[in-house]
């Protein structure tokens, strides 16, 4: 395809869609959306909250979209290099599915690990049932995603199945160009499964991403988004949960790489008693530019969500948290809580925290948030030296202490020791940091 | 030669100066008593000769086992055997008990104790202080009680081995029982090996602890040194009547 995200046309959408062999209603479903992105304007600073962090030109519009897959060797980040044992694999490469496997066991038990343009061929009735209901049209990358998305991954857990080991999703930036992944997972009611989707590689890329979950009745899905980019890729994607009745979303967004990455951590509450935990850490340096935009939807009685996001900066970067928690009228008896908290190792890092709230009745059983921007504590570092501990190793006692408290609270295989080995990884690599510097 | 001298010492605090040009020595194997009315800058010695940053040292020595401390950081100096016990330890969130008192005895010792044998000591020194095994996974001083907060740095102290130990109030905010645990603490780890600076207030943990030097602190600078019999002239008269 030669056309590039803002020259992109109608014509261009429908070949897309032919080349892929798509069934008619995925062609419509595409129209549709190019015709809503089409109706959109391109975010613009001067308008709305949106975008008041971000400056919407870091995302080079002008370059080519992907609309194959590149043979390139396959990079996996640490995080799912830990995951010895998968129920199934999927790995997109620039604007193709390169490989997508599922093992003998949970393929026997009907769980789906495929391309989406083949799902929607296959399983016409599951795909066209959740595509676009997690995340639709309204916004203008949202919809740019459904119109064009040129690679998809489908997971599917049928009703009742538990699968122990975790499933995983590569999506690798191999070839400079504009890419448009799609990750749709799809669990019924009382599935339990876990989802590792990464993002690796490090070509000169802009990504236009969109990660749809939708829990079933009664199901548990652990997703783990991961963002391990190079320092050449800017991501905008919107990471979101559409949880049923009585389902449980739990979701830990780990952004750590990247040159610019925008996530919509979302969560769409639109079921009675239905749960969702969005927990995120993300490690910001030199020449980064992050911000996490969530908004918690309690669209339904009974429902309840509860956001973590810690974040440590060093280096002349900008970290941003924007978090809104909207409680409909009808939604009676919800309970919430929203808490982000940054860490600023070094001068010239910037961070904002935004906690916002929208409560349209009164019967709310609890809704809270915390916000705070700091430096390591002064008194804590005294104390660790006091007891014979040197400046640079009280000083990781503590961040680790810090993002401690968010991956204390996930028991998936390879998260913690992963997370903390990158935090690490990445203390030790910055050039000015608190760790190498000596009290004045 | 004593191991922690103190000559001559002049410490501000924001600029406003607190010592006045203190002189003190503790040898090894002894017990030393330092009291004084609030704001007499008893503390403000704790502080200063463990190196916190806030308190600046504008004049004197602080020397340990005869090396000049005043220009080394406080890890420097915990690794050369000083020990502090604070009068409010610090709570540390995500940073658990076990962790942090591991990597402090590797830090300290210069070595890397086998886990097997820290837990086994830590264990040991846990009961001894009557803290309950499920302190072995919470956070330093997190959610901890007063009482609870000091028997964990005695307990510090007994891991880590000092040579000389500083106790800021430690008996502050104890009430009897703790008082006598804590007490029973450091007289368990008084020995050849250790000299003891008490920083107190109060007379109370005296009877427990009994030094074998008192010496009373008075805007910055010592104004009497004695026997033990000083404290108990001091239960019966308080401080006033040697206000230089």
């Known amino acids: 395809m030669t056309e590039t995200i803002k020259d992109l046309s109608e014509q261009g959408v429908l070949t897309l869609s032919a080349r892929a062999g798509e069934p008619e209603w995925l062609r419509d479903l595409r129209q549709e959306a190019f015709k809503a992105f089409s109706d959109l304007d391109w975010p613009d600073r001067r308008v709305g909250e949106d975008w008041r962090y971000t400056d919407p030109a870091r995302f080079d519009l002008a370059r080519p979209i992907l609309d194959s897959g590149t043979a390139a060797p396959a990079v996996e980040s640490a995080l799912v290099a830990s995951v010895d044992d998968r129920a199934g694999s999927i790995r997109i490469i620039d604007g193709g599915v390169t490989a997508a496997t599922v093992c003998a066991e949970a393929a026997e038990r009907g769980v789906i690990v495929s391309d989406l343009a083949v799902a929607a061929g296959e399983h016409p009735d599951l795909v066209r049932a959740a595509l676009g209901t997690a995340v639709g049209t309204d916004e203008k990358f949202a919809a740019l995603n459904l119109a064009a998305f040129t690679a998809g991954a489908f997971v599917h857990v049928p009703a009742e199945v538990e ?22 997972v799809v669990l019924g009611h009382n599935a339990k499964a876990t989802v590792y989707v990464d993002h690796v590689g490090d ?7 969109v990660v ?19 320092g050449h890729v800017d991501h905008i994607a919107a990471h979101t949960g559409l949880v049923h009745s009585n389902g449980d979303y739990r979701h830990f967004e780990i952004t750590l790489g990247g040159r610019t990455v925008y996530v919509r951590p979302d969560l769409k509450l639109d079921h009675r008693g239905g749960n969702g935990e969005l927990l995120g850490v993300y490690f910001c340096d030199e020449g980064q530019h992050v911000e996490h935009r969530s908004l918690i939807h309690h669209n339904a009685s009974h429902t309840s969500s509860n956001l973590l996001y810690k974040g440590a900066l060093q280096g002349e970067c900008r970290a941003t948290f924007f978090g809104n928690i909207r409680i409909e009228p009808h939604a009676k008896a919800t309970s919430s809580d929203q808490t982000n908290r940054n860490l600023i190792l070094t001068d010239r890092a910037k961070a904002d925290s935004i906690p916002f709230l929208e409560i349209e009745n009164s019967d709310v059983v609890r809704c809270g948030h915390h916000s705070s921007i700091g430096q390591v504590d002064e008194l804590q570092l005294f104390y660790l030296e006091a007891r014979g501990i040197p400046r640079p190793e009280a000083a990781r006692l503590l961040v ?31 050039p000015t940091t608190l760790m190498h510097q000596r009290r004045t | 030669m004593a191991e922690l001298e103190i000559k001559g010492l ?6 406003k100066q607190i010592l006045a040009g203190l002189d003190l020595a503790v040898a090894k194997g002894e017990t030393h008593a330092l009291m004084g009315p609030n704001g007499s800058g008893k503390s403000t010695l704790a502080y200063a000769i463990m190196g916190h940053p806030a308190y600046q040292i504008t004049g004197g020595q602080v020397l340990l086992k005869g090396t000049d401390v005043t ?22 969130p995500g940073v658990s008990l076990t962790n942090f008192l591991r990597t402090a005895v590797n830090a ?69 029982d703790a008082l006598k645990i804590v007490s029973e603490g450091v007289n368990r780890l008084r020995g050849p090996d250790l000299g003891v600076l008490i920083i107190t207030h109060y007379t109370r943990i005296l009877r427990y602890v009994r030094p074998d030097y008192v010496h009373v602190m008075f805007e910055g600078r010592l104004v009497q040194s004695g026997g033990p019999g000083l404290a108990e002239e001091l239960e019966e008269k308080g401080y006033e009547h040697l206000r230089p």
């Not at chain 2, 220009?71 to 330890?89: H, V």
């Open chain 1, 163 to 184: 699968l122990d080991e975790p499933l995983t999703v590569t999506v690798q930036a191999a070839a400079p160009g504009a890419a448009l992944p799609r990750v749709l």
């Open chain 1, 203 to 209: 070509a000169a890329q802009t990504v236009v991403e």
């Open chain 1, 212 to 230: 749809e979950v939708v829990v079933g009745e009664g199901a548990l899905a652990n997703v783990v988004t991961a963002q391990d980019w190079g």
């Open chain 1, 400 to 430: 680790f202490g810090f993002f401690g408290e968010v991956t204390d609270r996930v028991d998936l295989p390879g998260v913690r020791e992963t997370v903390l080995g990158e935090v690490e990884r990445e203390i030790l690599s910055g």
């Open chain 2, 10 to 15: 002049t410490v501000a605090v924001e600029g």
């Open chain 2, 71 to 92: 220009e080394l950081t406080p890890d420097e100096r915990a690794r050369m055997g000083l020990f502090l016990a604070m009068q409010y330890p610090t709570e540390i």
């Open chain 2, 108 to 176: 300290t010792s210069e070595t890397d104790m086998p886990v097997r044998q820290f837990m086994v000591a830590l264990r040991r020194h846990m009961a001894d202080f009557q803290m309950d095994e499920k302190f072995l996974s919470r956070n330093v001083n997190e959610g901890f009680s007063g009482g609870e907060k000091k028997r964990f740095e005695i307990l510090q102290m007994a891991m880590l081995a000092p040579e000389i130990a500083v106790l800021d109030e430690t008996d502050s905010g104890l009430d009897v």
